[in-house]
């Protein structure tokens, strides 16, 4: 199972809205609607900030949203602020029932 | 609150074995699907395995069939990950996570424990 497609990087100034893709194939992003997001800051456990493409877990922030569209999804981060820098994964649930995560974006705020 | 709390990591030449350990406290542990996930240094992060809330549900990633073996003890709250044949490619961070409400996706991770293979 290869590693979904991301970015490598994405930066943007703060107040700014950027948004993350995450491309993969008919047997997982575009399979199923169970594509989630991931923050991870340096040295930390991830956190995941949306579930099932566009539901966010009570607590994280209507700041991030998610959204499909065929076998690419994408974490738009609006109103950007300094504490949003960190990297962020995208995972997808398979039809060999296994997981794959994306390969990583790093967020930089300028 | 829920806490998953790894045990169990350090170094080990390879070919060499370990058993990782995730206690789990602050929820029903034999609700919940639960999986371990691990962190190359400097890199992304890899899904290597999940097991059912019973135990009787079992996948790998290939890069550990075989090789690694998941388990779990709901009466003592515990998640196992049995490591045999380790190679240098398996040094990482393993964090152990629980399954959200979908199911389908890590709600609650550990703080993650280091094991470095190396002669």
């Known amino acids: 199972q290869s590693a979904l497609t991301q970015p490598a990087s994405v930066s943007g100034s703060p107040g700014q809205s950027i948004t993350i893709s995450c491309t993969g194939t008919?047997?997982?992003?575009?399979?199923?609607?169970?594509v989630s997001w991931y923050q991870q800051h340096p040295g930390r456990a991830p956190k995941v900030m949306i579930y099932d493409v566009t539901n966010r877990p009570s607590g994280v922030s209507n700041r991030f949203s998610g959204s499909k569209s065929g076998n690419t999804a994408s974490l738009t981060i609006s109103g950007l602020q300094a504490e949003d820098e960190a990297d962020y994964y995208c995972s997808s649930y398979t039809t060999s029932s296994t997981y794959v995560f994306g390969i990583g974006t790093k967020v930089t705020v300028l | 609150q829920v806490q998953l709390v790894e045990s169990g990591g350090g170094l080990v030449k390879p070919g060499g074995f370990l058993r990782l350990s995730c206690e789990a406290s602050g929820f029903t542990f034999s609700d919940h699907y639960m999986y371990w996930i691990r962190q190359a240094p400097g890199e992304g992060l890899e899904w290597i395995s999940y097991?059912?809330?019973?135990?009787?549900?079992?996948y790998y990633a290939d890069s550990v069939k075989g090789r690694f073996t998941i388990s779990r003890d709901n009466a003592k709250n515990s998640l196992y990950l049995q490591m045999n044949s380790l190679r240098a490619e398996d040094t990482a961070v393993y964090y152990c996570?629980?399954?959200?409400?979908?199911?389908?996706?890590?709600?609650?991770w550990g703080q993650g424990i280091l094991v470095t293979v190396s002669s």
């Open positions: 097991i059912g809330s019973s135990g009787s549900t079992k």
């Open positions: 008919s047997s997982d992003v575009g399979g199923y609607n169970y």
């Open positions: 996570a629980r399954a959200g409400r979908s199911g389908v996706h890590f709600d609650y």
